[in-house]
């Protein structure tokens, strides 16, 4: 039942957060940290929890829901999944303490919107059924437009249909597909069923297969994003409040990446195998193109965001690698991904919040002025770009190194993203922190801010030089999905 706990307590925790609001002494915030304080304790019993004999999953659930619909409430949780749900919960603290302050308004529905988000996206690392991965999909959604639409920036309310329209649109070619296999499995065996495992089973001719594994891919590639369907993204982060900036880089885009390893790879094998090329070209694509339209921005925000279009590219890559040790870096990718740029997108907040501006043309020299600020800010830059000793780097040297037998001229080509990512990282930790001070003062980070940001420093450095962490428990997931029959041996 813990796993079904994971979801409940910041369901139950979001409209007490919502009743309890009101007056500058809002008790919301201490509720949201109180909630995601219990999954914590949670999390780390599964932690200790070791996989059944013969088995991946290290806990499971299966409770009836609608059994005449073929749709029950399945739950497991193997590596791959409790690696994403300690993100989960790690980046729901930072979010609620870097918005300590920065919220002022309507605060117990600004939490409870934050812990609906969580919650969905717990549902989502943790669900077997193709219907309950869809229902907590969409539960992410509409929560994260009220975020960006409420207490967003200038042009939030555009930013916020713009991402509703991209998620929904992909979200519903993800649910025809749903319904197809699941049709095609009972024409098959006479039973219906959305059960994941079952549906692995289900035989589809190689065009079906591919239009199918298609509609599953576009709903992930949204979300990823994959260029071209990465538009909604700068604008959504850009408009975001510092928390929805956060959870989108740190853990809705993680989604997606998740998707893809979970259900399109062991779903649809050959024709992931098939589409694996044009896979590496988008990947290789959206890696330069990010990092070279980063480089172009004065907005600081604007900046970090366009660099997830890059360093997000890396993580599909490895997925379409067929080796465990491509697809294991694609993971510890996202991990490192959410740590650091959600500690940018914190950075920046602090910022905006200081200053009333994200123009790097208005900043510079505040290393003089806020040097904790800056310090922590030097960190992070440097660990987007990817320096050896913080995760960031592992994570693309296993992607690169294990991609290059099956994707040789993509990873090539994405390796000039390594050096871009450094031309825009030193540019930031140049134009923002050092040079003569743009500003007369600058308040310096308090013992919140420097709190949080420090422990994600720590993390980040310490899943850098101990990636076992991370690696370790995710090996037997990673193991199975490289597997023979999974694109292992079918990418030629």
């Known amino acids: 039942m813990i796993l079904l706990w994971l979801i409940i307590v910041p369901l139950i925790a979001g409209p007490a957060a919502w009743a309890f609001g009101r007056g500058a002494n809002s008790l919301s915030r201490w509720i949201s940290l109180l909630a995601l304080a219990v999954d914590g304790v949670l999390v780390l019993s599964l932690w200790q929890t070791a ?34 749900v300690s993100l989960t919960i790690v980046l729901g603290l930072a979010s609620v303490l870097c918005s300590w302050k920065e919220i002022g308004e309507r605060v117990g529905f600004f939490h409870f919107n934050l812990l609906w988000i969580l919650s969905g996206i717990l549902g989502v690392f943790l669900s077997l059924d193709l219907f309950l991965f ?22 939030r309310v555009a930013a ?14 993800m649910l025809l597909s749903i319904l197809s296999l ?21 035989s589809l001719g190689p065009a079906a297969s591919l239009l199918v594994m298609l509609g599953f891919f576009a709903a992930f590639a949204v979300k990823l994003p994959v260029v071209p369907f990465h538009t909604w993204l700068p604008d959504a982060h850009t408009e975001a409040p510092t928390a929805g900036s956060v959870i989108l880089a740190g853990l809705l885009l993680k989604t997606g990446a998740y998707g893809l390893l979970r259900f399109v790879i062991p779903l649809f094998p050959a024709a992931s195998a098939a589409f694996a090329p044009a896979a590496a070209a988008l990947a290789a694509l959206g890696i330069l193109y990010g990092a070279v339209v980063a480089f172009g921005q004065r907005d600081l925000k604007r900046l970090v965001a366009y660099t997830s279009v890059s360093h997000m590219g890396f993580v599909l890559l490895g997925a379409f690698a067929g080796s465990a040790a491509a697809q294991s870096g694609a993971v510890m990718q996202m991990v490192a991904h959410g740590i650091s740029t959600g500690a940018l997108f914190i950075i920046v907040g602090l910022l905006q919040e200081r200053l009333h501006t994200r123009d790097m043309e208005r900043m510079g020299g505040f290393w003089s002025l806020a040097p904790r600020l800056s310090a922590l800010g ?3 830059c440097l660990a987007s770009l990817g320096l050896p000793g913080f995760a960031n780097f592992v994570a693309e040297f296993l992607v690169l ?29 140049q134009r923002v922190f050092h040079g003569t001070a743009a500003v007369p003062m600058l308040p310096d980070l308090d013992a919140r801010e420097t709190l949080v940001l420090a422990l994600l420093a720590v993390a980040i450095l310490w899943l850098g030089l101990q990636p076992g962490l991370i690696l370790h428990p995710l090996s037997p997931a990673m193991d199975g999905l490289s597997a023979s029959g999974v694109l292992a041996g079918l990418i030629k």
């Open 401 to 429: 190194a294990g991609s290059f037998p099956a994707h040789t001229a993509a990873v090539s080509v994405s390796a000039a993203g390594l050096v871009l990512a450094a031309v825009y990282s030193l540019r930031v930790v």
């Open 134 to 155: 869809y229902v907590f999909w969409e539960l992410m959604l509409i929560p994260m437009y009220f975020l960006i639409n409420i207490w967003g920036h200038e042009n």
């Open 378 to 380: 030097l960190v992070f």
């Open 160 to 173: 916020s249909y713009k991402f509703f329209l991209f998620t929904q649109a992909g979200g519903l070619l």
């Open 182 to 202: 699941a049709s095609v499995h009972q024409a098959e065996t006479g039973i219906l069923t959305f059960d994941y495992a079952l549906l692995k089973t289900t």
């Open 51 to 84: 996989p059944a004999p013969g088995s991946s999953w290290i806990a499971e659930l299966r409770l009836a829901w609608i059994p005449q619909l073929g749709i029950g409430l399945h739950l497991a949780a193997d590596g791959l999944s409790l690696v994403l």
